[in-house]
């Protein structure tokens, strides 16, 4: 019909040759370092399932050899790995979720021009990340206020993460800023305006702070060597360190030991060698870490470029 523009019909992309051969080379590369980055879970997987003595000659490389899962079952019976798991469980959600709980506030706060002193607070804040007191004065604070032997000492010290704080409040920024000035218009104050309007919106950026301080709260493990010595307080990340640095006198009081009594731990580690035990205790304490990328991950890509870049 004339006088109705017709819709223009998209044209099929072609390809070049040079196309194609970037396209293969690309995928190529990415894939060979994709499979760098995975072969050492899954060289600690399969030397955790192979026969123990190819395992510690080092002969399983890229296939189980000589399959069995008895490892498991006996690296579960050595003593305290129960109780570390609960507590390296509980620091984990505990901090996280009070690390993203400051995180938010600290950054939706440094956003408002109201707040006294808030480019002393925030450059205050930022300071940090650059300058540290040392290990030992640290120490010596920490034992002041009452956190050696303390379970929040797995919490209190990383509630206030610079990096963190800088991603929220980068990411507060790109928002509207007529969001607030409406909530405020009809009576909310700053503590109702941060709760029901920001907090819901700021999911990605929160998640992805989330992914960080999970990670590192799980494989922290020298606080426990510096400021706790009460057993029932031990994580499965410094069970993982102590296990590594026992496992040849473990494997070895096992083997030499016929039939008398063996203590709990070289009755554990009956059957096992050191790298048995290494490997086995490495699988068990990396795996549920790893589960947390595929829930959080849809968030982790928008949160972190929103939350870098200003938009």
């Known amino acids: 019909m004339a006088g109705i523009p017709l819709r223009p019909t998209a044209r099929p992309i072609v390809k070049t040759p040079q196309d194609r051969l970037f396209s293969v080379v690309v995928y190529t590369v990415f894939g060979l370092f994709a499979l760098i980055c995975a072969y050492p879970f899954y060289y600690l997987i399969i030397n955790s399932i192979s026969s123990n003595n190819l395992s510690a000659l080092g002969d399983v490389r890229f296939v189980p050899l000589g399959f069995h899962l008895s490892n498991y079952p006996q690296v579960f019976q050595l003593p305290g790995l129960g109780l570390a798991a609960a507590v390296s469980i509980a620091r984990t959600v505990l901090g ?6 400051v995180s938010a506030f600290l950054g939706f706060m440094f956003t408002q021009q109201r707040m006294w002193g808030r480019v002393f607070w925030y450059r205050f804040t930022l300071i940090t990340m650059y300058f540290s007191a040392g290990l030992i004065p640290v120490f010596l604070i920490i034992k002041a206020i009452g956190l050696t032997n303390n379970f929040w000492v797995y919490v209190i010290p990383y509630l206030v993460q610079p990096f963190n704080i800088i991603l929220v409040k980068t990411f507060v920024e790109s928002m509207p800023q007529s969001m607030q000035e409406a909530a405020e218009i009809d009576g909310a104050n700053i503590l109702q305006v941060f ?3 920001y907090l819901p919106n700021m999911l990605p950026i929160l998640a992805t702070v989330a992914i960080f301080s999970a990670v590192a709260q799980w ?9 706790v010595t009460d057993q029932s307080l031990y994580t499965l990340q410094y069970l993982l360190y102590s296990f590594i640095n026992q496992a040849n006198s473990l494997a070895q ?6 039939g008398g009594s063996l203590s709990a731990v070289a009755s554990a580690a009956a059957g096992q060698t050191a790298t048995s035990i290494q490997v086995t205790v490495a699988v068990v304490v990396v795996l549920p870490i790893i589960f947390v990328y595929p829930l959080c991950q849809r968030f982790f890509v928008k949160g972190i470029m929103l939350g870098a870049v200003k938009g």
């Not at 996280?96 to 709980?101: D, H």
């Not at 494989?219 to 400021?227: A, H, P, R, S």
């Not at 009081?253 to 016929?258: K, P």
Request: charged residues 10%; without cysteine.
């Open 96 to 101: 996280t979720l009070g690390t993203v709980l």
């Open 195 to 197: 709760r029901r309007i």
């Open 219 to 227: 494989n922290m493990f020298q606080d426990t060597l510096i400021y």
């Open 253 to 258: 009081a096992a083997q030499n030991t016929n």
